[in-house]
């Protein structure tokens, strides 16, 4: 079974919901590919795609005939690329590049909504990098210094929605500097 928010009184106060296991079986299938090439030392690419299709059953129309109840976060289409590139500097450690990218389709961000309502999709459209000095040898320890951006575009996209307008964003540019030790 699968846990929903539904509206049982709705003539009461519509923001009143309760949260219940379902009767009957959502099926969620799909598939994934995932290719990693290393075509030289020091450097690899990686690609995944995944399709996801689900199926939500009749008896939720039954539990709350006032609104839509949709299976959340659950995109039809995902996609994530990364590029790794480490370079060994002699006597010093290795200077590691990385850069990735996601993407994915729009998937309902909210499991209820009301007929007559509107509730943003969820979108996903990220790009992050990182260069790093790293395995630097200072007696037993190996150090790390690392630069990174996420969200490298600056995208505004919803990572969570509500019904009506609502919606939390995804967090803008961030820029950081990550020094590590391992011992």
Known sequence: NRQITAQLDPTGNPAVTDTLNAPGVTRIRGGELEIVAAPTRGL???LTYAYLSGKRPISYTQIDPN???RIQSLPKHAVTAALDYTIPIANVGD???HADYAMASDTPGTGRVAYGAFAYDIERDLSNARVALQNVELGPVKWRLAFFAKNIFD???PVFTAPGANAILSPPRTYGIELGAAF
Do not use: G, K, R
């Open 95 to 97: 200077l590691a590049f």
């Open 155 to 157: 995208t505004a996209y």
């Open 67 to 69: 609104a839509e109840l």
């Open 44 to 46: 690899q690419f990686s």
